[in-house]
């Protein structure tokens, strides 16, 4: 199998994207991942998938404006050029 870049899309079940992005790097996939549509919630659920991620070297993004003060923010031109730049992109 090829290695793609994968670009997951956060918009409605952000611990299921997490969940994803950290099992597709098994594969030796680059996966990106971006929060969209709301705030990641804290729960605890969360902060094991985000815990994955961490041990899955992948840093996050969002296009959630109360986000950006934790994590790095796409404005609508960077979420574009992410798309371009990917092989896949995923919503979930």
């Not at 670009?7 to 997490?18: C, Q, S, V």
């Not at 950290?22 to 990106?32: D, M, S």
């Amino acid at each position: 199998m090829d290695e793609k870049n994968i670009l997951i899309l956060g918009r409605r079940d952000h611990t299921e994207a997490m969940r994803v992005a950290a099992g597709l790097t098994i594969f030796g996939h680059t996966v990106r991942i971006a929060f969209m549509s709301k705030p990641l919630a804290e729960t605890q659920e969360n902060a094991d998938a985000a815990e994955l991620l961490e041990l899955s070297e992948i840093e996050p993004e969002t296009t959630v404006n109360e986000m950006a003060d934790d994590i790095e923010f796409l404005d609508a031109d960077a979420l574009a050029k992410a798309i371009k730049a990917s092989d896949r992109v995923i919503t979930i």
